[in-house]
């Protein structure tokens, strides 16, 4: 009994960490420009995908991850800086469609570049799985925790102890209070999303040995992201850590004791209901409606 | 429009070209369409299908074409969708005015198309599996692979003969998985057979260990199945082995390709599945009818392409080549000589199979052409 | 001031009925007609949307969720269970007007994003039930549907008719049935909009705060639009599942979803016949691509982001605006 609730623990938090760092791409992005990123998603393939290319071509397998993620920051750059700061003035509707547009363009060049197939990354270390109180667990799933928890810890620590994480948050605060204080915005948003698509690309890399790769994995792994977010609430680090493990705790568990039909359903259910007891997620920011 | 017109005027050039030789009607190409899921979910059917329907129509024009015409093939990306599909289905039938449809990678876009092909009574090929596309007989339908019903039999076939009759299920929630745990499910009423344990995965999911938990702790389970395609099994296969699981695992046709091998690696080891001989052409006896087809495919795919065959092409395959063979048999395109043709060929072998089909069977197969396969050191072994 | 909103509204009614009655000079076969009948249908459930989303200012991504519902509704009343269309088509739409009262109370409380994960999670919530119940809905490999039938007078796509001495074929039939639904429907919302539950749901728009203040029951007035909205789609699922005469759960799933309110926002938000552009423009596109094969994903995602880039209002509102600019003294300038 114990045992199969531990497996079925395992399998939510490895996913559950992966939707986490997913959330927190979501979350940095809304916080710097109050934009969602449908686009979130495709970093994470990018990741992937990359890497996995790069090393068939021979490069060292760190080289690749590096690589991978640096292509995937420039993408995020190239995202602000062509596709959402033209369009600042358009209403939030508007930039859910243009980010929708750019993720199904992204996925569009990555098919084209690098095919349809599904692709193998090797496990970071040994193939062997750890097995604890009849429980097994992935040796690759510590990775997604450990490279998880550094992120998360390396985060914090960008928001408060550095300047220009602190930037950022003025920013998020209040745009024209920033600007008068001297802080360049648009280079700001631009660093959100950098650092939102490096978040979003190493979650790729760490996951890909367990969820295979593919250029059209992006969506839905982005779209529990997104849901992560929500229920956590929207601009909060810790709601999206929080939204993201209980998401993937609530579906592995809905798939082994309720119905595998319907855990996604369980999982949709568990939005609504935490919604409606707190309409700002989890831990989101009662914000004072301005008239 | 555009393109309509200057295909048209190609087409005149074409004809007034030859207009001392030959007669305008023989020049006129013949039209075979096609709609394929090429993107999207499930682009592991379509891609390998219009690369097989692009090749082999190059091919046969090269070499005369059929009825001293030329093959012209229109094909359109329905990306897994079966609205996609219809409209598709509409456009070959309405505004391209093709002779023949072969195409319909899954069974949701094959039946999308249905009740239009029928109407406008043309001759369609199905690429997708499920039994529901053939049966009950649809005049205006056919197609080359197995049913999912066939699968499972010969699945189930074999388990018995191990001393298997109860079993865990595993199935994909898309068309696929769905169709074949329906079918399973009524196989086994008739074997004598229970399943004691039947979950599902979707499309989208990373890790099925949840599931697997379950049915391993299930009393009484002597194998397990898993119904459905795409990555899903191969994520399916290798948590089977992480878990340790060492019951005999039987996969579907799903999964027949060497892709499969690559994703699920090592933990492959051992798994069983029924697929068309295309994966093992040298073990095939040199009296088998379709090794000379197979092995021929095979080499002529992987040459052209620089990529392994998969058994879901082998069905674009036969397909074009039944439609080639009926308009033969007829003499012309004439839609309905055409598809009484196709309804009366019998013992044409081709790489899923031989087939014979007559009024009551637009399929032709049978359950023994499924090949029972088993992984043995990363590779494809002949069972039976 | 009213007067010549109302005109407005006629004109805008007038010039889409002549549109719709002198497009089948340009259609030259049933396959044309088929992509604008689809149209007219995916147009009239946008329409419906445009109501929450351009007036109310409340966005859905789970749109679809209502719209599949209405379709499996008539795709199973009128298979298994023989009953006619229009009973199933208004049962249906009533049945889900009362989940969308259900569901909309406790949703629409919430705010921005959270309303539309709330809104994007019913949709998935139907589009799973739909995939799943396999007995009553033939599961994900989907189920066909019969054609439409109103007193034992039955209107097929591939049938022949007889109008006023004319003779129409089912493509042609079907065509000149949803070109007067789409009118309806587009008739309906403008009397909607120009009542004073339509003044009402402009505040709300405007201003949420603002209009509780000034005495106006938002949650109410929001729901109400939410049902409406729900009840075109339903009613439109299901002339689209007779039409299509094959549906599979994926008219109830989160692409189909993104589609509808793709088209909203592409067409312009808060303009009846914005969004009519933008469905007639995204049903159009796909089939255009269609000749570029590998190319399409990725030109489909260009179009859509460049669009919305430089037209943040939406196609018609900005070439309104830039007609308007040119012909500035001279009256209206609508193109």
């Known amino acids: 009994m114990f045992a199969e609730f531990l497996q079925y623990l395992f399998t939510g938090i490895t996913i559950g960490a992966t939707y986490a760092l997913i959330a927190l791409g979501f979350t940095l992005i809304y916080n710097a420009s109050h934009v969602i990123n449908f686009a979130q998603g495709e970093f994470l393939m990018i990741g992937g995908m990359a890497t996995v290319s ?51 363009f992204i996925r569009g060049l990555a098919q084209l570049v690098w095919g349809k197939e599904y692709h193998v990354m090797q496990n970071f270390s040994s193939d062997e799985p750890i097995r604890i109180f009849g429980a097994v667990l992935n040796s690759q799933s510590l990775w997604v925790l450990g490279i998880g928890a550094i992120l998360v810890v390396g985060l914090v620590l960008f928001f408060t102890r550095t300047l220009i994480g602190k930037a950022i948050l003025a920013t998020s605060m209040n745009k024209e209070a920033a600007r008068l204080v001297g802080i360049r915005t648009q280079l700001v948003l631009m660093l959100a999303f950098l650092v939102s698509a490096v978040l979003g690309s190493v979650a790729g890399v760490v996951v890909a040995p367990i969820t295979f790769t593919s250029y059209d994995i992006g969506i839905m792994l982005g779209l529990k992201g997104f849901v992560a977010a929500a229920i956590g609430g929207l601009g909060s680090g810790i709601g999206a850590v929080v939204g993201g493990l209980l998401l993937g705790v609530v579906e592995a568990m809905a798939a082994g004791y309720i119905s595998s039909d319907y855990k996604d359903a369980v999982a949709f259910s568990m939005i609504l209901v935490v919604l409606f007891f707190m309409p700002r997620g989890l831990f989101g920011a009662k914000v004072v409606e301005r008239v | 429009m555009l393109k309509t017109i200057l295909r048209r005027t190609g087409q005149v050039a074409a004809i007034a070209a030859a207009g001392l030789v030959m007669s305008a009607q023989a020049a006129e190409p013949i039209k075979i369409g096609s709609f394929l899921s090429v993107t999207g979910p499930a682009s592991f059917l379509g891609d390998p299908e219009l690369k097989t329907l692009e090749m082999y129509v190059e091919k046969i024009n090269e070499d005369g074409g059929v009825l001293g015409r030329p093959l012209e093939l229109i094909h359109y990306d329905d990306v897994g969708n079966a609205s996609n599909a219809r409209n598709f289905a509409s456009r070959l039938i309405r505004s391209d005015r093709v002779d023949i449809i072969v195409g319909g990678s899954t069974t949701g876009a094959t039946m999308a198309a249905v009740p239009l092909v029928e109407q406008a009574k043309v001759p369609f090929i199905s690429l997708a599996g499920a039994v529901v596309i053939t049966n009950p007989v649809k005049k205006w339908v056919f197609k080359t692979p197995q049913t999912d019903r066939m699968a499972a039999e010969r699945i189930l076939t074999d388990m018995k003969d191990r001393g298997i009759t109860r079993f865990g299920l595993i199935s994909g929630t898309g068309g696929f998985g769905s169709s074949g745990r329906t079918q399973t499910l009524d196989v086994v009423e008739q074997m004598g057979m229970e399943v004691v344990a039947d979950v599902t995965y979707s499309g989208s999911d990373t890790d099925m260990t949840a599931q697997l938990t379950n049915i391993r702790n299930t009393d009484g389970v002597e194998a397990v199945l898993n119904f459905g395609f795409g990555q899903g099994p191969a994520i399916v296969t290798r948590n089977y082995a992480q878990l340790g699981m060492e019951l005999p695992f039987y996969q579907s046709h799903g999964v027949a390709s060497d892709s499969f091998l690559e994703l699920a690696g090592d933990a492959a080891e051992g798994v069983r599945l029924p697929a068309s001989p295309l994966l093992v052409p040298d073990s095939l006896p040199d009296d088998d009818p379709q090794k000379q087809v197979v092995q021929d495919y095979k080499a002529e ?41 196709l309804e009366n060929i019998q013992g044409y072998v081709g790489v899923t199979g031989v087939f014979n089909m007559s009024p009551e069977d637009h399929n032709g197969l049978e359950a023994d052409s499924f090949r029972i396969l088993e992984v043995q050191n990363g590779e494809w072994k002949l069972i039976n | ?90 049962v249906g739409a009533i049945a889900v007007g009362i989940i969308a009262w259900i569901v909309g109370r406790p949703i629409l409380r919430l705010k921005g994003h959270y309303l539309s994960m709330a809104t994007l999670a019913v949709g998935f919530i139907i589009a799973i039930i739909l995939n799943n119940e396999r007995a009553l809905t033939g599961g994900p490999d989907g189920m066909p549907v019969p054609a439409f039938t109103v007193f034992g007078w039955e209107l097929s796509p591939f049938g022949s008719y007889n109008l006023l001495g004319m003779e129409l074929n089912g493509s042609e039939a079907w065509y000149l049935f949803a070109a007067l639904v789409l009118l309806v429907a587009v008739w309906l919302a403008q009397n909607l909009i120009d009542s004073p539950i339509g003044r009402a749901l402009r505040s709300v728009h405007g201003s949420e705060v603002a209009a509780r203040v000034v005495g106006v029951d938002t949650a109410r007035y929001k729901s109400l639009v939410f049902v409406v909205s729900a009840i075109y789609a339903s009613a439109m699922g299901s002339l689209y599942a007779h039409f299509q005469g094959f549906i599979t759960p994926a008219v109830a799933g989160f692409d189909f979803s993104i589609l509808f309110i793709t088209m909203v926002v592409l067409g312009g938000m808060g303009s009846t016949m914005g969004v009519i552009l933008g469905a007639v423009v995204l049903k159009l596109l796909p089939q255009v691509l269609a000749d570029f094969q590998e190319l399409e994903t990725v030109m489909f995602g260009a179009i859509l982001m460049l669009t919305m880039i430089f037209m943040p209002k939406g196609l018609l509102p900005t070439i309104q605006m830039a007609v308007g600019k040119r012909m500035k003294k001279k009256a209206g300038g609508q193109a």
């Open chain 1, 54 to 104: 790069l090393t068939a071509m021979g490069v060292p397998m760190v080289l690749a991850i590096i690589l991978a993620v640096l292509l995937a920051g420039v993408l995020g750059i190239l995202l602000q800086r062509f596709a959402i700061a033209p369009a600042k003035q358009a209403d939030v509707v508007t930039l859910i469609i243009i980010t929708i547009g750019a993720s199904i």
């Open chain 3, 1 to 90: 001031m009213l007067n010549r909103f109302m005109q407005m509204r006629l004109r805008d009614l007038i010039i889409l009925a002549i549109i719709l009655f002198a497009l089948p000079l340009f259609l030259n076969n049933p396959f044309h007609y088929d992509l604008a009948t689809q149209m007219a249908i995916i147009a009239a459930t946008v329409v419906g949307l445009n109501l929450l989303v351009g007036f109310a200012g409340q966005i859905s991504l789970g749109h679809a969720g209502f719209f599949g519902l209405g379709a499996y509704f008539t795709g199973i009343m009128t298979s298994s269970y023989g009953w006619s269309s229009v009973p199933a088509l208004v």
């Open chain 2, 301 to 341: 795919y992987e040459a052209r392409w620089d990529s392994k065959v998969s058994t879901f092409g082998a069905y674009a395959y036969d397909g074009l080549m039944l439609a080639v063979q009926a308009i033969e048999a007829a003499g012309s395109t004439d839609k309905e000589a055409v598809r009484e043709a």
